[in-house]
């Protein structure tokens, strides 16, 4: 399984911005789909945003469509999820994960490595 490493939270105030990275090691990332989750206290993980093992195709829920934007640079190895326009309710923690497919996919159930996740907190 390849090694997930979150960085990159911390706390912002609302309408702030803030750029999470995920470093890849032990397997080829670039076999790797990959996606962002988080959780807040007392809530399920909930998918954010995913993309393909290539780049070439990306997906994310409503709420974070135009103020979230998922990225990865395959020869870093590294992940990236630059979060604009935050809101308090995107208090979480975020999770980076992968998985040995094409495309990410929506289901936590589907994805087999996991980071330890970094806390994002929006004040208000």
């Known amino acids: 399984q390849v090694q997930l490493v979150e960085s990159g939270g911390g706390l912002v105030q609302a309408g702030g911005s803030l750029r999470l990275s995920c470093a890849a090691s032990?397997?080829?990332?670039?076999?790797?789909?990959a996606g962002w989750f988080r959780q807040a206290p007392g809530k399920e993980r909930e998918f954010v945003a995913g993309?393909?093992?290539?780049?070439?195709?990306?997906d994310y829920t409503d709420s974070e469509q135009g103020r979230f934007t998922i990225s990865r640079d395959n020869h870093k190895n590294t992940m990236y999820l630059q979060m604009n326009s935050l809101k308090p309710e995107d208090t979480a923690v975020y999770y980076c994960?992968?998985?040995?497919?094409?495309?990410?996919?929506?289901?936590?159930?589907?994805?087999?490595?996991w980071g330890q996740g970094t806390q994002v907190t929006v004040s208000s």
């Open positions: 994960t992968a998985a040995p497919r094409s495309s990410a996919s929506r289901e936590p159930g589907a994805y087999h490595s």
């Open positions: 032990g397997r080829t990332f670039s076999n790797y789909a």
């Open positions: 993309i393909s093992y290539s780049g070439g195709s990306t």
